[in-house]
């Protein structure tokens, strides 16, 4: 199967989410990026968490990610996520996980704003640019960086997307 980067539709702006943990549990951070029709980056984050498994971090990228699409006065958003287990956990049972309540009523909080948010699911290799920023998070000391311009070395990886380069999905 070939897996690409889609630009958000009309009107709306892409998030891109993912965290990172180096054990599972383990060194955890996450990172993420809002993005334009063009692939263009608006802005991002990187984020370090401190010791959590992966489940954490991408609950925490996404509400991360959520906030600051808010704060930067986007209305209409298309949240990319990599981790099918917390998009389930999202939408359909956090009851069933004691341990995400918290977190998972924060991005619920942050979903009945007025604004057309949608969160679901990408495959990995259409999500590179996150999972770029969010192992930058995980090997941070600072809890949460704003990032006005993306890193030098993710120019590549935005510019393949914004290309609609296609990733061959194993």
């Known amino acids: 199967?070939?897996?690409?980067?889609?630009p958000p539709s009309e009107g709306a702006i892409k998030l891109n989410v993912d965290g990172?943990?180096?054990?599972?549990?383990?060194?955890?951070?996450?990172?993420?990026?809002?993005r334009d029709q063009d692939g263009s980056c608006i802005v991002g984050f990187?984020?370090?968490?401190?010791?959590?498994?992966?489940?954490?971090a991408e609950l925490v990228a996404i509400c991360h990610g959520l906030w600051l699409a808010w704060q930067f006065g986007?209305?209409?958003v298309e949240c990319e996520s990599d981790c099918m287990v917390a998009l389930e956990i999202i939408h359909d049972n956090a009851g069933?996980?004691?341990?995400?309540?918290?977190?998972?009523?924060?991005?619920h909080?942050?979903?009945?704003?007025?604004?057309?948010?949608?969160?679901?699911?990408?495959?990995?290799e259409a999500n590179s640019c996150a999972d770029f920023l969010a192992k930058i998070g995980s090997s941070?000391?600072?809890?949460?960086?704003?990032?006005?311009?993306?890193?030098?070395e993710l120019t590549h990886l935005l510019l393949a997307d914004s290309k609609?380069?296609?990733?061959s999905r194993a």
């Open 96 to 107: 069933d996980f004691p341990k995400f309540v918290d977190i998972v009523e924060e991005i």
């Open 1 to 6: 199967m070939l897996v690409r980067w889609v």
């Open 46 to 56: 990187v984020s370090h968490i401190g010791f959590a498994g992966s489940v954490v």
């Open 74 to 76: 986007y209305r209409k």
């Open 164 to 167: 609609g380069i296609l990733y």
């Open 140 to 152: 941070l000391s600072s809890a949460f960086s704003l990032l006005n311009r993306p890193p030098p």
């Open 20 to 34: 990172s943990s180096r054990g599972n549990p383990g060194r955890a951070g996450c990172g993420g990026l809002l």
């Open 109 to 124: 909080r942050f979903m009945l704003f007025e604004w057309d948010v949608t969160i679901y699911h990408a495959m990995r």
